[in-house]
């Protein structure tokens, strides 16, 4: 990957909506090199896919928990069995195996404390948990989607 690929990823990351010839303004290639830089860069996985960004709030998703969970059971079998329980729940946006004190660690979105305490209960009743904290967000100071790209001079 090289300087012209990170910065078609940063344009894409700021808008990839654009058109191809407007990428390529941007980063000085004409459409037909941009478009197969694009593409390759698709076929080898580092453009995932391109999504609408969505304001949580003015959907009704106005909470964001932080769930910190810890299991006894470190089998293979409970991983497998939690991870396809907590994967299925469309509340949880981030889902991480962690390294430290907890044992994994979700990012939940869910309209008031009711909706939380309805995901918390189907949570709690579909696998053994040791310990279930959760953290409630009272404000959201930073948040993207875009990832700093290594190498990119327009950081």
């Known amino acids: 990957m090289d300087a012209t690929d990170r910065k078609i990823?940063?344009?894409?990351?700021e808008n990839a909506a654009l058109s191809v010839a407007e990428i390529g303004q941007r980063v000085g290639l004409s459409?037909?090199?941009c478009w197969k830089r694009i593409q390759r860069l698709e076929?080898?996985?580092v453009i995932v896919k391109r999504v609408a960004l969505i304001d949580q709030d003015?959907?009704?998703l106005g909470i964001s928990v932080f769930?910190?969970?810890e299991t006894g059971d470190h089998s293979q079998e409970w991983l497998?069995?939690?991870a396809k329980t907590v994967t299925a729940m469309p509340e949880v946006m981030e889902f991480y195996r962690m390294a430290g004190d907890?044992?994994?660690?979700?990012r939940v979105v869910v309209p008031d404390i009711a909706g939380y305490d309805?995901?918390?209960k189907r949570l709690i009743a579909a696998v053994p948990l040791k310990n279930v904290t959760s953290r409630f967000a009272m404000e959201k100071i930073k948040s993207t989607t875009a990832l700093p790209i290594p190498g990119n001079s327009n950081q």
Do not use: C, E, H, K
């Open 118 to 120: 309805a995901f918390y």
């Open 43 to 45: 076929a080898d996985g």
């Open 31 to 33: 459409s037909t090199p």
């Open 67 to 69: 769930v910190s969970i």
């Open 58 to 60: 003015r959907i009704g």
């Open 102 to 106: 907890v044992d994994y660690m979700l």
């Open 9 to 13: 990823l940063a344009v894409l990351q």
């Open 80 to 82: 497998d069995r939690f």
